[in-house]
Nanobody, 126 residues
Framework: VQLVESGGGVVQAGGSLRLSCATS????????IGWIRQAPGKEREWVSC????????LYAASIMGRFTAHRDSARNTVSLQMKSLKAEDTAVYYC????????????????????WGQGTQVAVSS
């Protein structure tokens, strides 16, 4: 099983980045995929979740309206388009897979994810 994040980097405040999560080794269409971030010195924070049925993604209030998640079943990938980035968005961003296939309390509590990627660093300069 692999989840590999890419697309991180350094960007100025107000800029945009697009993260990708490439998956393999499990049945992608059975899993919900979440994005989670961890800022320096802070605990991991749930960002977004998109269910296996690709219903409307759920987002944390802190990024609502600025980030958009999308899943591509043909490529077994999930992307996170981030715009209007702020300094407080600086973090390592992880994607994770939940074999329950749905997004719910276990998603934002980070207790439902079975597989995790290694993360990609996003740094937003003010």
């Amino acid at each position: 099983v692999q989840l590999v994040e890419s697309g991180g980097g350094v960007v100025q405040a107000g800029g945009s980045l697009r993260l990708s999560c490439a998956t393999s080794g499990f049945t992608f269409d059975d899993y919900a995929i979440g994005w989670i971030r961890q800022a320096p010195g802070k605990e991991r924070e749930w960002v977004s979740c998109i269910s296996s049925r690709n219903v409307k993604p759920l987002y944390a209030a802190s990024i609502m309206g600025r980030f958009t998640a999308h899943r591509d079943s043909a490529r077994n990938t999930v992307s996170l388009q981030m715009k209007s980035l702020k300094a407080e968005d600086t973090a390592v961003y992880y994607c994770a897979a939940d074999d329950r296939g749905v997004c719910g309390a276990e998603s934002w509590r980070l207790t439902g994810y079975k597989y995790w990627g290694q993360g990609t660093q996003v740094a937003v300069s003010s």
